[in-house]
């Protein structure tokens, strides 16, 4: 993915390609913690570098589409990373926007937010609606919105609109578009319309996963924008154009963390379902025509019309820079970047304390963890 030329609006190449952002959250300590400092850092708005734990005199440099420093505004990635695929989405064409990363790193705070630092769920749902409003009566289209919410759990389908949901089937339709009978479609009016709805969804969510210990990033989340326009005389055209928001459950190692029972089973759903949609990003960035691999997981699955082909997707990769995340920033950075460079550079010397320490400790715990990787 790292060194392509993107060609993000599609229209002169078959299958689009993922643009891959990467979002470093800010460091945070915790007053019982020895500060170790960060061991990844950004260089400028497209690469950024992580200490080599096999030797630290090394660094290994990353090269994405965007990178989004820690003091990268929620605005900021809106405007970058979002805004400008949402007017597609009012001319029939789908898009997708994903949060990645571990657990702790991000993806909660960069998809939803909080009232005071609304992330890009809420502004991407308030500029739908500018969008709709802004249209000219005269291009003689009418226009109405619609949400559907649910999560992916357990390789299980469930509808987060209707409490009680039931694992619900996806099915396609003659022309190739993905669909969930029964699920709720609920047409919304305006930003406030929506929130009645998402809050409480959101609100129970959290809820049942504090009871189930952490589902939420168990879990995948997926929000769905759904644009119909009609064309006001006859023959009376018809259009929707899809927009998912995901977040996307914690993509750590499991492995590292002593799972065992549900815990595990959770663990191989999300296994199979992040593995494979890092498989379909790889091949839909490799340009090659090797076949996409989406009806390998429920998530590939439902977003196979809005992810590739004519659709527009973002992947947004949240990273942590505390050495307790080094193993789980490594993998989510593998996961993102198609090419990395080592470079022979020690990564503190002028800016911090020497971390020779932590990056033995952190490499000790992957090594009594995990069998290779
Ligand atoms: P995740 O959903 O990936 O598990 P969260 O979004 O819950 O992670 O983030 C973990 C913590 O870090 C939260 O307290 C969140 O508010 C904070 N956080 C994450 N990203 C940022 C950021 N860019 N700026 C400030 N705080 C952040
Ligand atoms: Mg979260």
């Not at 993102?336 to 020779?356: C, D, G, Q, W, Y």
Request: charged share 25%; glycine share 6%.
């Amino acid at each position: 993915m790292a060194q392509r030329v993107a060609t993000s609006d599609g229209g002169n190449k078959k299958t689009s390609r993922v643009r891959v952002a990467v979002r470093l959250r800010p460091y945070m300590t915790t007053p019982d913690q020895k500060d170790d400092g960060p061991c990844v850092r950004g260089l400028d708005s497209q690469n950024l570098e992580i200490i080599n734990w096999r030797n630290a005199t090394e660094t290994v440099k990353y090269h994405f589409d965007a990178f989004h420093d820690e003091q990268t505004t929620q605005q900021e990635v809106f405007l970058s990373s979002v805004k400008p695929i949402l007017p597609h989405i009012l001319q029939g064409q789908n898009a997708s926007v994903f949060a990645y990363g571990p657990t702790g790193a991000g993806k909660t705070h960069t998809m939803l937010g909080s009232s005071e630092q609304p992330g890009v769920i809420p502004r991407a749902v308030r500029e739908v609606f500018n969008l709709v409003k802004a249209k000219d009566e005269d291009e003689g289209w009418s226009y109405s919105i619609g949400m559907s919410y649910l999560e992916i759990y357990n390789e299980k389908v469930l509808d987060l609109l209707s409490p009680n949901s039931q694992d619900l089937p996806i099915r396609e339709d003659k022309d190739k578009n993905i669909l969930i009978p029964g699920l709720n479609h609920t047409t919304i009016s305006s930003f406030s319309d929506f929130d009645k709805h998402f809050v409480p969804a959101t609100l129970n969510r959290t809820t049942a996963s504090t009871k189930l210990n952490q589902r939420s990033s168990r879990s995948h989340a997926i929000l769905l924008i759904k644009v119909v326009r009609t064309q006001r005389a006859s023959p009376r055209r018809q259009q929707t154009g899809k927009l998912y928001l995901v977040d996307l459950a914690g993509s750590e190692d499991n492995r590292r963390t002593g799972n065992q029972g549900i815990r595990l089973k959770e663990s191989g759903a999300i296994n199979l379902s992040l593995f494979t949609l890092s498989k379909v990003v790889d091949s839909l960035n490799s340009g090659t025509s090797i076949r996409v691999p989406y009806r390998d997981s429920k998530l590939t699955r439902l977003l196979q019309d809005s992810l590739g082909g004519s659709a527009h997707s973002v992947m947004i990769t949240n990273i942590a820079p505390e050495y307790k995340y080094y193993f789980d920033t490594f993998s989510a950075l593998n996961f993102a970047a198609k090419s990395k460079l080592i470079v022979n550079k020690p990564f503190t010397r002028e800016t911090v304390a020497v971390p020779v320490l932590p990056v033995k400790r952190a490499r000790e715990e992957h090594e009594a963890g995990s069998s290779g990787t």
